[in-house]
């Protein structure tokens, strides 16, 4: 499945969206209401089953509410959504149920196998007899599965989803490997004594946040300005987040396309962000995405991100085994007293790391391999 976003072409037809969405939290609610007093009746009465299965909600909503704008599916779509959210709650996996949710916080509606058509760049809704323009960046491959229309900061985008399979990207690399040490100096280290600095988009667009932060502080809750800045705030901070996916999606291809193996450090970002001076930081560096990006880019590749122990002593072990564990975090360099060697921190750190992660490698290649041939 590949899914394509589109956005649409300003227009006054974007008020039957809102009315849309407007149904669509509507249809949530009430399906939302309906759970929670047969909860409460079921608790009342001794009931067994305390919670109404999706299929009997569908049967409700298809008998007793005829949606006025909203096709059939895109109503049974969100009671599948509600019906997972609740599934997430009973196996503890969300720690709190569905609550209610205003019109103005639901973000998006479905439409699956009919209410739409598309042809060329318009997309046109049957129910509400609407044509909407899209800005066709590039074609879709595959049939269409599913259209989601779904609303950001005041702008309208389609996500098309196809059934078609990605692509695996050919393997332009010569086997090379090489260890990451993710630092906050720079971004990353690598133990061929490489270095890529950090953007840091979060500082670059500080003028941006705190101006418009400033007027929305100013202005009373719930009124006009009140909700224009607020809606300037979360176009900046949009602005940020597709900043910085963008460019870890080119540094994710560039050190695929470099590198056969990379081994990297599993940190402990919460821990990090909790330290003093370093929250904003670490939050703006954002390796935890990056690692996600990282590793769904090597799938495409070939590429192999091995991780190493956290608690492993990546940046205090010298060549020799000493281990430097007075080493401080403000120290970027030191010499170890039992052979003399010189360290840079991150580099160091980097090639022990490599070192390491190509050991684990090897012995899982070799355990394989021994249980293949008991086998």
């Known amino acids: 499945m590949i899914t394509n976003s589109y956005k649409l072409c300003r227009s006054k037809k974007f008020t039957a969206l809102e009315h849309m969405m407007s149904e669509a939290a509507f249809v949530w609610n009430h399906a939302l209401a309906l759970q929670r007093r047969y909860y409460f009746l079921a608790k009342a009465f001794g009931w067994k089953t305390k919670y109404i299965s999706c299929a009997r909600m569908q049967k409700h909503f298809g008998k007793r509410i005829v949606p006025a704008r909203l096709h059939s599916q895109t109503v049974q779509e969100i009671l599948q959504r509600q019906d997972a959210a609740y599934q997430l ?60 229309v779904f609303r950001s900061h005041g702008d309208w985008f389609i996500l098309v989803v196809t059934d078609a399979e990605p692509r695996p990207c050919g393997k332009s690399h010569t086997g090379a490997s090489a260890g990451i040490d993710f630092g906050l100096k720079t971004f ?3 133990s061929d004594g490489r270095e ?23 202005s009373q809750k719930g009124s006009t300005h009140y909700w224009a800045y607020l809606r300037q705030l979360n176009r900046v901070y949009a602005e940020l987040a597709n900043k910085r996916t963008d460019w870890f999606y080119q540094t994710a291809h560039m050190l695929c396309k470099e590198y056969d193996c990379l081994f990297i450090e599993d940190l402990n ?107």
């Not at 890529?196 to 100013?218: D, M, T």
């Not at 996600?292 to 060549?319: M, N, Q």
């Open 89 to 148: 709650f009973f196996s503890h996996t969300n720690k709190r149920p569905p609550k209610y949710k205003r019109a103005k916080d639901f973000t998006s509606f479905v439409f699956k196998q009919g209410g739409y058509k598309l042809y060329g760049n318009e997309f046109i809704i049957n129910k509400i007899s609407k044509r909407f323009k899209f800005f066709k960046s590039r074609d879709w491959e595959g049939r269409v599965k599913i259209v989601r």
């Open 196 to 218: 890529i600095e950090a953007p840091q988009f979060y500082k670059q667009l500080l003028r941006k946040i705190r101006k418009w932060q400033r007027l929305l502080s100013k």
């Open 269 to 375: 970002i919460r821990g990090m962000a909790r330290r003093k001076h370093w929250g904003r930081k670490v939050n703006d560096l954002g390796w935890t995405r990056f690692v996600k990006v990282l590793e769904y880019i090597a799938s495409k590749y070939g590429t192999t991100v091995h991780k190493i122990d956290r608690w492993f002593p990546s940046s205090k072990l010298c060549d020799c085994g000493y281990k430097n564990t007075g080493l401080q975090l403000s120290g970027r360099e030191w010499i170890c007293p039992v052979c003399g060697r010189y360290h840079l921190r991150d580099a160091h750190a980097a090639m022990n790391i490599y070192r390491r992660g190509v050991a684990e490698l090897e012995s899982i290649s070799k355990t394989c391999t021994s249980v293949a041939t008991a086998g």
């Open 188 to 190: 990353m280290s690598f």
